[in-house]
């Protein structure tokens, strides 16, 4: 959390990404799309050590991240949206952790909302 900058805003010093496979913690408003986009572009797409793509692919894999964007937006209610992750490509599965928060309303408090009536949150997200 210290090599994606998250935690500098805590006081903690800044760690070298030597292996240049973290996606820096960035706070967007919910109106800046164009910016989440650029984000992931630059942050994740454009990384040296992401496997190669074509441009169709690289859009799909776009519009795939930028959907959990666009559902903190607008299903949160929040007044900003949290994001940071890292790669790994040197494991097998090369899995991605990317992490989008926003503190609004969550999905208990929406389905409740809807419903009109008191759920567990393992039902509501059922």
């Not at 959390?1 to 010093?13: D, E, I, T, V, W």
């Not at 973290?22 to 984000?39: R, S």
């Not at 992931?40 to 040296?48: H, P």
Request: hydrophobic content about 35%.
């Amino acid at each position: 959390m210290r090599k994606n900058a998250f935690l500098l805003k805590y006081g903690y010093g800044a760690i070298d990404d030597f292996y240049q496979t973290t996606i820096t913690y960035h706070k967007f408003t919910p109106d800046n799309d164009e910016g989440f986009n650029e984000y992931i572009t630059q942050q994740l797409l454009a990384m040296s050590c992401f496997p190669s793509h074509s441009k169709a692919l690289g859009k799909a894999i776009l519009t795939n991240i930028f959907e959990f964007f666009e559902n903190a937006r607008t299903h949160g209610s929040c007044e900003y949206i949290h994001t940071c992750g890292q790669f790994f490509p040197k494991k097998p599965d090369k899995p991605l952790h990317f992490t989008i928060v926003d503190k609004g309303i969550n999905i208990q408090q929406n389905v409740r909302d809807y419903l009109k009536k008191d759920i567990k949150a393992d039902e509501a997200i059922k």
